[in-house]
């Protein structure tokens, strides 16, 4: 019998595919690429993806890597059923990655599609009327078979047929980890780099950030990646500034500032690089350059020479000012 596992690499994902690869099915694993993802924070570009593989590797699985940041970011500019307590849409996140499971299950002749989920773990899909719901949606009723929770919720298609025996089956529930990191043990899995997972779209500071984007129409890659570096303004409707907190994103800039962007950078100081996005006046030139200003080592100085240049150009402006205040940049600031 042939399966779909979704493999994050994380804990839960991981057991699952331990446990069900026992079992004796034939597993092919999934893992979904979006920008937000916290699992694998020292690559960016390969998110869960490289604990994903480490896992399928491991249990000899075939692993497909499908990117659906695409579709992701449709979901997230207008989720049908609304965000978390940020900006997360979680349940029609959940819908999407289904939805593609479900085409790529029809695909290869597999029969039913296995999570790591675990009944109560995240508040805004992992209780049973979300569960329902998801797979309701996603056109997958009766065929999600979650093993960690399996007993604590009605018997799946492949449990009913015998495909795969319910008594083994867990009854784990809640957000407690401490189940999971005690089996993890006791199956011989000691490798698992990002125990509860993540996602960026769930801290409250880079989802102001996804909103101003979307309210200003911007969501795109190039935005979202400079949303993830520095400290970030709002200088008008057009216009933004990133501007980095030290040496590797000051590195980080320099490499996704583009044509079109203005780079900004202390003449004779120790400061910030800083990127200036969109339609710049003179005024906002001069504002972007009292921001680099602020953040630069001035000691004791009021004004320091900043200078600017438009990419892809050479040379440069340079202009000395003084900074710009902590009660000016509190209401630009993102």
Not at 93 to 116: D, H, N, P, V, Y
Request: proline share 4%; net charge neutral.
């Amino acid at each position: 019998m042939k399966a779909i596992i979704l493999l994050s690499g994380g804990l839960d994902s991981t057991i699952a595919a331990e446990l069900m690869n026992r079992e004796g099915l034939e597993l092919f694993a999934v893992n979904f690429k979006t920008p937000f993802c916290l699992c694998d924070r020292r690559s960016s570009n390969v998110g869960c993806g490289s604990n994903a593989r480490r896992v399928a590797d491991a249990l000899g699985i075939e692993l497909k890597i499908i990117n659906a940041t695409k579709d992701f970011l449709e979901v997230l500019k207008n989720p049908k059923h609304g965000y978390g307590a940020n900006m997360n849409p979680c349940i029609d996140c959940r819908i999407l990655f289904f939805r593609k499971s479900k085409q790529l299950m029809e695909e290869i002749g597999a029969s039913f599609i296995i999570t790591g989920e675990v009944l109560g773990q995240r508040p805004m899909s992992q209780f049973r009327r979300q569960m329902d719901l998801i797979e309701k949606e996603a056109g997958l009723d009766g065929l999600v078979l979650r093993p960690l929770s399996a007993k604590l919720l009605p018997p799946t298609t492949p449990e009913k047929m015998g495909w795969i025996s319910r008594e083994r089956m867990l009854d784990i529930a809640g957000r407690s980890r401490k189940p999971q990191i005690a089996l993890a043990k006791d199956l011989g899995i000691s490798d698992y780099p990002c125990p509860a997972g993540g996602c960026l779209l769930t801290d409250h500071v880079f989802a102001r950030k996804i909103r101003d984007l979307i309210d200003h129409d911007e969501l795109d890659m190039p935005n979202i990646d400079l949303l993830k570096v520095g400290r970030y303004f709002r200088l008008s409707e057009n216009a933004k500034l990133v501007v980095g907190r030290n040496e590797s994103e000051n590195s980080v800039l320099s490499l996704l500032a583009k044509n079109g962007d203005y780079l900004f950078g202390p003449a004779s100081i120790k400061g910030p690089v800083a990127v200036g996005r969109g339609a710049f006046t003179s005024e906002l030139l001069e504002v972007a350059c009292r921001i680099v200003t602020r953040y630069s080592d001035r000691n004791e100085e009021q004004e320091a020479e900043i200078s600017y240049r438009m990419l892809p150009e050479k040379a440069e402006t340079t202009l000395v000012t003084n900074f710009l205040d902590d009660s000016q940049i509190a209401g630009i600031r993102i």
